[in-house]
């Protein structure tokens, strides 16, 4: 088996808060209406969102933490070339009020399988792609994670009263 890393950054413009909160938190709503053609669905199996929550999209949480905007997770189910996939995604301020972003993936391969650089270029296409049309999507529509924020805060507020 191989094992072989490759890491990305990109820079945004939209906070770190709202991009983390639209790619992570509320990605099982809101990644199937923007990428359809790529995802039909992101259901929730087990758990409320938060750390340990099991999604259906042949890949499983590892990590979720709102307060370091980190999220973690593994792909499993994969073409005969790969045991998994572990995705690592991190969001952190600029500042310009923007957000730089990084991801980290890391295959294992079976047997003595050999990465080819176009099995990385379609994962690299893949996040990127998800990026932008997310990114073009907070822009359009600069209230819409706010409220969900404020929201999820004010639940917080009055389940600890």
């Keep these: 088996m191989g094992v072989f890393t490759f890491t990305n950054e990109y820079i945004s413009t939209v906070p770190p808060t709202r991009l983390f909160k639209a790619l992570i938190m ?3 709503n809101l990644i199937p209406k923007l990428m359809p053609q790529a995802i039909k669905s992101i ?3 087990q758990g409320n969102g938060g750390t340990g929550t099991i999604r259906q999209i042949n890949f499983m949480e590892d990590e979720l933490n709102e ?3 980190t999220y973690k997770y593994t792909i499993i189910d994969l ?3 790969f045991e998994s996939i572990v995705h690592e995604a991190k969001f952190e301020p600029t ?3 923007g957000s730089k972003n990084k991801v980290v993936d890391t295959y294992f391969t079976k047997g003595d399988v050999e990465l080819k650089e176009e099995d990385v270029k379609a994962r690299k296409e893949i996040v990127l792609g998800s ?8 822009l359009q529509n600069p209230m819409l994670i706010v ?11 009055k389940s600890h009263e």
Excluded: G, M, Q
């Design 147 to 157: 409220e969900a924020t404020k929201a999820l805060l004010n639940k917080f507020k």
């Design 26 to 28: 509320d990605s099982h």
């Design 79 to 81: 073409i005969e070339k």
């Design 43 to 45: 259901d929730i199996i």
């Design 95 to 97: 500042p310009e009020s």
């Design 67 to 69: 307060e370091t905007f």
């Design 131 to 138: 990026f932008k049309v997310v990114k073009t999507y907070l």
